[in-house]
Nanobody, 120 residues
Framework: QVQVVESGGGLVQPGGSLRLSCAASVSPFSYYTMTWYRQAPGKELEWVAAITSADRTTNYADSVKGRFFISRDNVKNMVYLQMNSLKPEDTAVYYC?????????????WGQGTQVTVSS
C-alpha cells in the first residue's frame, strides 16, 4: 500500500522557520518527482515547490522563492521543505505529492496534509 505522510507542521511566529517532512513509500522513490502544495482557507490549491527525480532540479513559486527550500533523500524515501522568514500569508495546509509518468500511465499520490499557522 502506497503511503505519503507529511509531518512537521505547527504554530510559528512571523519571521520564524519550520521544516516539513514527507515520507513516501513509492517505489522506486528516486523515479518520482516530489512536490509540495498548499491550500489556505477559502483559496485554491497552490503549487509551492518541486524537485525532480533524475537530476534533482528544484523549482519554486514566486511567492516563496528565496525563503523556502526543497530537498530529497532517495535512500530514506524522504522529501523536505525548509521554510524560512515565514509570513502570515504562508498559513495553509501543506500537502506532499509524489508523481511519476511512465509511458501513458501516471502514478500520482497525495498525503493528507499538515497544518502550518504563522501568527504572533
Amino acid at each position: 500500500q502506497v503511503q505519503v505522510v507529511e509531518s512537521g507542521g505547527g504554530l510559528v511566529q512571523p519571521g520564524g522557520s519550520l521544516r516539513l517532512s514527507c515520507a513516501a513509500s513509492v517505489s522506486p522513490f528516486s523515479y518520482y518527482t516530489m512536490t509540495w502544495y498548499r491550500q489556505a482557507p477559502g483559496k485554491e490549491l497552490e503549487w509551492v515547490a518541486a524537485i525532480t527525480s533524475a537530476d534533482r532540479t528544484t523549482n519554486y513559486a514566486d511567492s516563496v522563492k528565496g525563503r523556502f527550500f526543497i530537498s530529497r533523500d532517495n535512500v530514506k524515501n524522504m522529501v523536505y521543505l525548509q521554510m524560512n522568514s515565514l509570513k502570515p500569508e504562508d498559513t495553509a495546509v501543506y500537502y506532499c505529492n509524489a508523481n511519476r509518468i511512465l509511458g501513458i500511465k501516471e502514478y500520482d499520490y497525495w498525503g493528507q496534509g499538515t497544518q502550518v499557522t504563522v501568527s504572533s
